[in-house]
């Protein structure tokens, strides 16, 4: 083990909340909130404010918990004891291992917009993917501030096409080209949630400077700031973006696009801007592959130093980095990705995939509701329980609506996944008794 623990200070801890929100999905999901009408604004604004209301909660929670990683995990555990916190880290590390496998299949779909033969060749496919995966494991047994030199600078060259797009593109702006309100024939007050679940899951990884918060210099100070101005900051780009699209390109064409932003500049400045943001795309995925892979390691890490995980997770090398942990994260991202590169199973990773989005939201909601009995056990804020009952109630509301959101089956068969931690749970505690 170290004997000076790496540390990370605000500028990285705020590219890993940006870096691992802002990742494929959002070049893509423009065309789809444009089927519904510009009426797909107000549903990134409702979710932007659940999005800083949560944000707001975990900044609020990293001052009280302090110095103590795993984020969620560790807030769930100090308001409702060590089951419930076993079932959120339980649920969210496989939330993780999960999505990075799923995030490694759209790093390679985006680079075979250069590398057409990446679509029908699976040995190439599944090759680069895998090296991707185990490339940033490496990265990330360096320990936190390598990985973190990573987040900072891919966080930067992401926003680069974006900020090209939403500062080039006033100038191609036609009101003529805006979408109607509502495109959908429902009913206002129908389509808004529908939208707003959609726009959701880009905002997943809020609370990302909360997990390594051990590792995060005067964490009390820097994680909550770095939670605010991430979230802030993100929902800016998300909103302009999809303004100026919705300005720059006709209606019809950004529905059928399968790559609304590259067309975007392909319009403004031609082959060589369309270009720029297919390779902002693939740095863009690459950095949110690194930062969830960070993420993977130190989740476990933490449980296991609660003796709530095997005591494996929390063995670190000499900088510092779990390494065994993202070893172990890794070999199931590498499963879960060559999953869907196997005939007949594609369908089945989609429902996985759609069941790790609400074992994501479950600590959303239990963190909000943690942040109230935490502070009335603790008899802090004794002035003003209003205003912290206020934002625990919303930040509870919203996250239970989104999970809502996510649909029925999904809650069902995202609960037979936490539940199936019970065993393990069990183990643990047998052993941890006979230790």
Known sequence: MSSKPQKIGFITATSLVIGNMIGVGIFVLPAALAKYGSISLLGWVFTGIGALILAKIFSNLSKIVVNKSGGPYAYSRAGFGDFIGFLMAWGYWISCWVSNGAVAIAIVGAISFFFPVLETNSIYSVSIGLLLI??????????????????????????????????????????????AF??????????????????????LGIECAT??????????VVVPKATMLGTILTTIVYVLATVVLFGVLPTEVLQKSPAPFAEAARLIAGDYGGYFVAVGVIISGIGVLNGWILITGQVPMATAKDDLFPRIFKKENKKGAPVIGLVI???????????N????????????????????????????????????????????????????SLGFAYSLWAIWGSGRDTVFYGFILLLSGIPFYLLMHWHKRND
Do not use: C
């Open 134 to 179: 185990w490339f940033f494991t490496w990265i990330n047994t360096k320990g936190i501030r390598e990985s973190g030199k990573v987040q900072v600078l891919t966080t930067a060259l992401k926003l680069l096409p974006l900020a090209f797009v939403i500062i080039v593109g006033v100038f191609f702006f036609n009101i003529e080209n805006f979408p």
């Open 182 to 203: 509502n495109l959908t024939g429902n009913s206002d007050f129908a389509t808004l949630p529908a939208v707003a679940v959609m726009t959701l899951y880009a905002f």
């Open 211 to 220: 997990i390594p918060a051990e590792s995060v210099e005067n964490s009390e």
């Open 329 to 339: 994260g890794s070999l199931l991202s590498s499963a879960v990705m060559l999953m």
């Open 341 to 392: 590169f196997t005939k007949g199973l594609v369908d089945q990773f989609e429902i996985i995939v759609e069941i790790v989005v609400f074992v994501a939201l479950l600590p959303y909601l239990l963190s909000a509701a943690a942040y109230v009995l935490i502070i009335i056990e603790k008899k802090l804020h004794a002035n003003n329980w209003v205003k912290t009952f206020l934002l625990g």
